[in-house]
T-cell receptor
């Protein structure tokens, strides 16, 4: 089935570093969502984007809806240990029936 | 109290057994979804329901069935479980009141199913 291309697959970072990840598609999307999943839990919505070019922040997290409508980016500034987890992008294609298409996830690991 | 609950949280069963996973929500949302999560594959949609009388197949519905007993309850059944159905299963809900908010899905804690 169709998935979004999410990269990187995993990241090893030092505490305090900034983190960037992105999702791309060959299709146009009218919604981009970013979720975080902690071990043993369901995904939790972090940021929702509805307009091309939109830049939205949630604390140290900032996400952008790409101008082409085919990509989205998530940045985490000054990472802390509780940022560890798997980050997923999800998008709704133009004309679809509220079904979301999901990326495979970016696993964030903080080096001790 | 959790808005979206799933039972059981963990289940081990044998090949050929019928299994039911249950989802309940107190968010008052009309739309409910069942997803399957496998390592490295993200989330894949099994079935979704936009109201009690509406059931739709998702990307990977073969081997699964669902029942929407009420606005708040959506059950997933594996008619005859097989080992490759071993996975994490998530229920989610969304609110259709507007085009924007209707896209935002809220997830339960998941059920870890192992089929031996």
């Amino acid at each position: 089935g169709q998935q979004l291309n999410q990269s990187p697959q995993s990241m090893f970072i030092q505490e305090g570093e900034d983190v960037s990840m992105n999702c791309t598609s060959s299709s146009i999307f009218n919604t981009w969502l970013w979720y975080k999943q902690d071990p043993g839990e369901g995904p939790v919505l972090l940021i929702a984007l509805y307009k091309a070019g939109e830049l939205t922040s949630n604390g140290r997290l900032t996400a952008q809806f790409g101008i082409t409508r085919k990509d989205s980016f998530l940045n985490i500034s000054a990472s802390i240990p509780s940022d560890v987890g798997i980050y997923f992008c999800a998008g709704q294609r133009w004309g679809s029936n509220y079904q979301l298409i999901w990326g495979a996830g970016t696993k964030l690991i903080i080096k001790p | 109290d959790a808005d979206v609950t799933q039972t059981p949280r963990n289940r081990i069963t044998k090949t050929g057994k019928r299994i039911m996973l249950e989802c309940s929500q107190t968010k008052g949302h009309d739309r409910m979804y069942w997803y399957r999560q496998d390592p490295g594959l993200g989330l894949r949609l099994i079935y979704y329901s936009f109201d009690v009388k509406d059931i739709n197949k998702g990307e990977i519905s073969d081997g699964y069935s669902v029942s929407r007993q009420a606005q708040a309850k959506f059950s997933l059944s594996l008619e005859s479980a097989i080992p490759n159905q071993t996975a994490l299963y998530f229920c989610a809900t969304s609110d259709p009141r507007s085009d924007r908010v209707g896209n935002e899905q809220f997830f339960g804690p998941g059920t870890r199913l192992t089929v031996l």
